[in-house]
């Protein structure tokens, strides 16, 4: 037995999943010679109890055995695989071949009533009897051995022998949430925000904020997430568009944590104070969104940290603190944490801060640029939350090397950011949705991010509305985990010249929105994300990582893939699949042939069915070839619901 999946390499970490995945269990299982094999997934639920299912062989000669489970209990399961010679499977098969020619067949039928010696009842009674009954011609008599009373038996209590069984593993299963969940990314200064006569500016609240939450919900999304919310830096503050100078109205950079007015444990006075916050967290779930919040660790000049902790960051020859630098960038607001220095004390101040949090009801963390501390660091830290608050969710900001994200998310993480915002193309497109969905399922979740507020990449910025939708469409359909910066729904795509963020970027300065003008007059993409979301919603293979199948198509600039679920695993009992055609190129119109691999659609290769599209509810027949012509600037993206044939 060899190559147990899901696992993580090396066996570092456990694998995880989230609760109501589809997880496929697999391994590669062979024996000497020729004689078949039964191999079986043996899983272990955390409350004890333990399931038996057969794994299926896979493409002949590839020894490669395979299942489908869907976990919902919470917590860890463990599970190995049992393999064992199946001695009845081997005759039977035998017995077809030479019952066919004519060969040996008493002494083949001996040898099948020797395997049912000891086995009690009338079906085996009876199919003894007729094995030994010489006189009975070969194809009566392999009848009996085919008969479906007696497999039911067999199936119940297997003909098999040299049981081996693997190692067990650990899959770590946890809350939905940490796998799905639509999420929705706005600064809470910026609604309600007003500027006075004066150039001055009377900051949005966490009351003024709330206004926004119903408008958010009613998009579909269930995450809202805040940027950091605590009071912000004076000492080298920043001002518009990241310069070194702030006028005294500017309100700076909330990633420049603390002031005089505290640091990560308190809620900057503009937005109002802790239980102002403990509100909004109330009003948030009231409109069913989930609270996420920015966990940033470090330090403004002036946070108290700085005066009572100076050990805890790093003094450059000359005596002064370093700031934040990734060259040519600085980011003189901002002194980074030296996690080499005082390792215990930093561990200490930390948790207290995470617990102050998930204490005000806070049950998710987006984590920023968690790559830039130590990984220890955060596999302590991730695993004492864990022990102790199971249902707390960590969002990876990590936009680094492959080795360190994949590592993060081995370490903890429980979801990650990726790559998807910088591949466009429809062949880097095929090998990101490829890999994230088979080669590091076990362990990394991606969530799909079309925008933040560093990222307006060269594709948004050029590509208008078309762009918009399709990174949007994507992004939903791609992965189970999606989200959006506020401004993305009003094609917001002018960037400071020479950068890939935002002119007159909100990280610096109040950016209120008129969110109903801009629907009133059709300048929205509320509606798109709205369909999006709903889509999610009544489709549960939606809602799944590990099911995404590219499919051919003749044109370079259309991207196919397909995600589908089996009934037994939807509450409906029916199957669903969803395949998504979608023109990556913003500024044409594309036609070709789509090819589709109809067995991976649970479908007869020449099976005709129906689609009808979730954007335009308009309906088709298709098969394994169909034409495709996708207009970028009408509706660049097919979202196909399978209109699956009764029995499938």
Known sequence: MRDLSPAQPEGRWDAKAFAGEVVPF?????????????????????DGTTTTRPLALGAAGSDRWSA?????????????VRASSDDWATWLHTADIKVEVDQDVDLVFAMGAQLLEGRKGKVYKEARAAFLDTSSPGETRLKVAHDPRLSREIDAEPV????????????????????????????????????????????????????RLPAIAAMGFDVVYLPPIHPIGRVFRKGPNNSTVAGPHDPGSPWAIGAAEGGHDAVHPDL??????????????????????????????????????????????DGSIAYAENPPKKYQDIYPVNFDNDPEGIRAEVLRIVEHWIEQGVTIFRVDNPHTKPLDFWEWLLGVIYERHPEVVFLAEAFTRPAMMRSLAGAGFQQSYSYFTWRNTKEELEEFLGSVSTETSAWMRPNLFVNTPDILTEYLQFGGPAAYKIRAALAATGGPLWGVYSGYELFEDVARPGSEENIDNEKYEYKPRDWAAAERENRSLAPY???????????????????????????????????TIESEFVRSGRRDGVIVVANVDP???????????????????????????????????????????????TEPVHILAIEYPRGV
């Open 272 to 317: 109002g104070t802790l239980a102002d916050f403990r509100w909004f967290l109330g009003q948030a779930k009231k409109n069913g969104l989930e609270l996420a919040i920015d966990l940033a660790l470090q330090a403004a000049p002036d946070h108290p940290w700085v005066e009572a902790h100076p050990e805890w960051f790093t003094t450059r020859p």
């Open 160 to 211: 098999a022998s040299l049981t081996t069984e693997s190692a067990t593993l650990t899959l770590r299963v946890e809350r939905e949430r940490a796998g799905v969940g639509s999420w929705y990314e706005f600064f809470p200064r910026s609604e309600g925000a007003k500027q006075r006569k004066d150039g001055s500016w009377q900051s949005g609240t966490f009351r003024t904020a709330a206004r």
């Open 587 to 633: 500024h044409s119109v594309r036609e070709g042939m789509v090819y589709l691999d109809l067995a991976a659609l649970g479908l007869d290769e020449d099976a005709e069915f129906g689609v009808r599209d979730l954007v335009t509810g308009q309906r088709w027949t298709w098969g394994a070839e169909n034409y495709v012509r996708l207009d970028a600037f």
């Open 68 to 80: 489908e489970a869907q976990l919902d209990q919470l917590g860890d399961w463990t599970w190995r």
């Open 529 to 563: 994300l709205t369909l999006l979301n709903q889509a999610r919603r009544e489709h549960p293979a939606l809602r799944q990582l590990r099911n995404l199948r590219v499919h051919w198509s003749s044109d370079d600039a259309l991207l196919v893939y397909s995600k």
């Open 26 to 46: 697999a391994a590669t299982v062979f024996r000497e010679g020729h004689g078949l094999l039964r191999v079986d997934l043996v899983l272990t639920a955390p």
